[in-house]
């Protein structure tokens, strides 16, 4: 009887010079791609064209020990600094990537602070008409309720020289964009419905709300995506430095005598 379990040999998949090419590196390499690289395979035979490119790599790698390349020192310099980076890569995703998470009162004060690149949470255009008296304006306002078509009227009797050319329209509500006293009224708006006159000192107003265009919402939500990701990233990057602060507080660091050649001013010729 053995006094132990002989060793299973692993599946190899390809010798190449009679260097083996193990299922394990296989399946490694497979993991390794990434989902867009994939795809390149999923034909039928996808795997086997993979395993020949494994072949072709290992070959060009054997020519390259063979001519010495493996001892370059420039290469052996570059392959260090390289692992050295992965290494730092690694150290910093597990310190800062899981850890960073934005709240959503911190992105509602991103949102806030960059308000004028954002559509209101209100996601409506504004079109509006103003009118020299009242008169005029509750028969408008009748009008409009009967079926009159608003931009029309507005091209017609508005009294706004900026504006009537367009029909009224001003674009997607902000803040800012009309009258206080217009802007009072705006908020209790149902899509759709013309406002009743509205007192200003410039005349009476008549405003409507109608849907903003899909595309101009996704529009919107892409900035706020940009602006998650700007703030994200503003966060990952003061942690970096007080996970840098942290790390040389409790470090000998000493400057040597020849770093006063690196920190001299050089500007001066």
């Given at each position: ?24 590196e ?12 994939r ?40 392959t ?12 910093l ?15 509602d004060?991103?949102?806030e602070?960059h ?18 008296n ?31 050319s ?10 800012g ?14 899509l ?22 899909e ?7 892409a ?29 000998a ?17």
């Amino acid at each position: 009887m053995l006094g132990c379990a002989e060793r299973q040999e692993e599946p190899v998949v390809a010798l190449v010079n009679g260097r083996a090419i193990t299922q394990t590196e296989f399946d490694l390499r497979w993991g390794e791609l990434s989902k867009a690289t994939r795809s390149r395979y999923e034909k039928e035979g996808g795997k086997q064209r993979f395993l020949d490119e494994l072949i072709t790599r290992e070959l060009l790698m054997q020519e390259a020990r063979r001519r010495g390349l493996d001892q370059d020192d420039t290469i052996r310099d570059k392959t260090q600094r390289y692992k050295e980076q992965l290494i730092l890569d690694e150290l910093l995703k597990d310190k800062l990537q899981s850890k960073v998470e934005l709240t959503q009162a911190e992105l509602d004060a991103y949102y806030e602070k960059h308000a004028s690149q954002l559509l209101d949470p209100l996601k409506a255009n504004v079109s509006a008409m103003l009118l020299p008296n009242v008169y005029a304006a509750k028969d408008l306002e009748a009008q409009v309720n009967r079926g009159g078509n608003f931009a029309k009227f507005a091209q017609r009797y508005s009294i706004d020289e900026k504006t009537k050319s367009k029909g009224g329209e001003l674009g997607p509500y902000r803040k800012g964009l009309v009258l206080p006293e217009v802007d009072a009224v705006i908020h209790t708006l149902k899509l759709g419905i013309v406002s009743a006159p509205i007192k200003t000192d410039h005349g009476y107003y008549l405003v409507v709300l109608t849907p903003l265009d899909e595309a101009v919402i996704q529009a919107d939500l892409a900035k706020q995506e940009r602006l998650r990701q700007e703030l994200l990233a503003d966060k990952r990057r003061k942690q970096f430095e007080e996970v840098i602060a942290d790390i040389r507080t409790n470090a000998a660091v000493r400057l040597a005598e020849a770093s006063r050649y690196i920190t001299e001013d050089t500007g001066k010729r």
